[in-house]
């Protein structure tokens, strides 16, 4: 496997993409079947990204994908205060507790993954492997790769509808420009998995979720952020090659 990373580092990032989708279609949908949602998901979830830190971690790779602490204060990232917000969305609205606590425990442990995962496959992988050929190219294909991929709530049986969906890329889209910004001028992924987990996880809690003025008013407040940001942080790129 290393040594197919060593060849290909982009095929190797995609890949990661195609076994992440395919494998997480098939455990949902077993795990429907069987009428334990997010069981064999979250078995699959977790497996990943222990397989994934531990494979980082035995070729020297964590700090190459930002497994590490930023390399820049946090004051130059207004203390984080804009990720805060972002990722306490899903309970601006209430909370509702609609889901049996072992399924909603389940749905949260694969959320916490997904963060993790989604996070070191777009803004890690396929970003840092684009970047040595063309920084701005890597920043816009990852950012809007992760984006259309939400297209896949429409066919997945979630029962999200088109309006909804469309918002949602067009929001995942926003976020994918924000993570890349931070992780690449501040050059650690913690702050973009840690936003993104919690977003996700919180959702199960939520009261109205899928919200259209919540979800335009978060895709507003990441796409200022990331204004602020591309301004106001020191144009190099902190990636490590």
Known sequence: MYKFYQK????????????????SSIADGVSESIGIPKLLTFAFHLAMSAFALLWLKKHGLLATYGICKPIA?????LYYVPLVLLASCNLWLGVAFTQPLAHALLFIGSMLCVGFLEELIFRGFLFVSMAQNGRRAAIIVSSVTFGIGHIVNLFNGSGAELPSTLLQILGAVAFGF??????????????????????NSLSVIGKDTENL???????VLALLYTLVLNKTLPNSCAVRK
């Open 213 to 219: 003025v919540v979800a335009l008013v978060i895709t």
């Open 178 to 199: 924000l993570f890349v910004l931070i992780f690449d001028r501040g050059g650690s992924l913690l702050p973009c998995i840690l936003t993104h987990s919690i977003l």
């Open 73 to 77: 204060e946090a004051k130059r990232f």
């Open 8 to 23: 290909s580092r982009i095929w190797f990032s995609i890949l990661s993409i195609a076994l992440y989708v395919v494998g």
